[in-house]
């Protein structure tokens, strides 16, 4: 049982230490919490900076993201993509992207950002059939977190990474009789990941638990 329990002093310690502190993400953080109770959307900074670090460590230049909010998150993937990469964005609500919009231009990533508002099942699904992925974002409804990893993996590159958020649900993953769909839906996810042998995966407690989930090369030995 090797693992440190986080407390709050010790959870700064480690924000502080890790390279979280860029000013317009700080800024883009601060106006989300104005939204309220629901800016707990937003991912947490070193969860930010870990992904742009998969992001530059594998090469990628295509991304794709299933949840948006305000932006947070895919302007931590955009700018680790490079002046050539693309990053596709997938969401369903004009309100909250807008404000995503105003810190990709502020941050000189909007070029290489597609917004799609739309149900991010029908998008994926009329892509073009040669239409891949370095890198892939899961962070939207809970319940389509499997139809999501289905449509993805097979546009996914070898070595390509696809990371989802939540995947610990606030612990609620180990009830033994959870009383939503939300939590039903992330147990067998995970439970299905786990069994997986297209892939290799690591859960990690970062925020709220993320999955790295690694495509498999063709013939390569499971282990």
Same mark, same amino acid.
């Given at each position: 049982?090797?693992?440190?329990?986080?407390?709050?002093?010790?959870?700064?310690?480690?924000?502080?230490?890790?390279?979280?502190?860029?000013?317009?993400?700080?800024?883009?953080?601060?106006?989300?919490?104005?939204?309220g109770p629901i800016s707990?959307?937003? *991912? =947490? %900074?070193?969860?930010? #900076? &870990?992904? +742009? @670090?998969?992001?530059?460590?594998?090469?990628?230049?295509?991304?794709?993201?299933?949840?948006?909010?305000?932006?947070?998150?895919?302007?931590?993937?955009?700018?680790?993509?490079?002046?050539?990469?693309?990053?596709?964005?997938?969401?369903?609500?004009?309100?909250?992207?807008?404000?995503?919009?105003?810190?990709?231009?502020?941050?000189?990533?909007?070029?290489?950002?597609?917004?799609? *508002? =739309? %149900?991010?099942?029908? #998008? &994926?699904? +009329? @892509?073009?059939?040669?239409?891949?992925?370095?890198?892939?974002?899961?962070?939207?409804d809970k319940v389509a977190?499997?139809?999501?990893?289905?449509?993805?993996?097979?546009?996914?590159?070898?070595?390509?990474?696809?990371?989802?958020?939540?995947?610990?649900?606030?612990?609620?993953?180990?009830?033994?009789?959870?009383?939503?769909?939300?939590?039903?839906?992330?147990?067998?996810?995970?439970?299905?990941?786990?069994?997986?042998?297209?892939?290799?995966?690591?859960?990690?407690?970062?925020?709220?638990?993320?999955?790295?989930?690694?495509?498999?090369?063709?013939?390569?030995?499971?282990?």
């Open positions: 049982m090797k693992f440190t329990p986080l407390t709050e002093p010790l959870y700064d310690y480690l924000v502080h230490h890790g390279h979280n502190a860029d000013p317009v993400l700080a800024e883009l953080a601060k106006e989300t919490e104005q939204l707990m959307m937003q *991912i =947490a %900074p070193e969860q930010g #900076t &870990l992904m +742009a @670090l998969l992001v530059r460590a594998i090469g990628a230049k295509s991304a794709v993201e299933i949840g948006t909010f305000t932006g947070y998150s895919a302007l931590s993937v955009a700018r680790a993509l490079g002046s050539d990469g693309k990053l596709l964005c997938c969401d369903v609500s004009e309100e909250w992207t807008a404000m995503a919009r105003r810190y990709w231009a502020k941050a000189g990533v909007a070029d290489r950002i597609e917004l799609r *508002i =739309a %149900p991010a099942i029908e #998008t &994926l699904r +009329a @892509l073009p059939a040669d239409r891949g992925f370095d890198f892939a974002f899961i962070d939207a977190y499997r139809d999501y990893y289905e449509a993805l993996l097979p546009r996914l590159r070898p070595n390509g990474l696809i990371v989802f958020d939540n995947v610990l649900w606030m612990g609620m993953v180990l009830q033994e009789h959870p009383d939503s769909d939300e939590t039903r839906a992330l147990q067998a996810l995970n439970d299905f990941i786990a069994r997986d042998d297209r892939v290799q995966a690591v859960m990690i407690s970062v925020s709220d638990g993320l999955t790295i989930v690694r495509k498999r090369a063709p013939g390569e030995a499971r282990t």
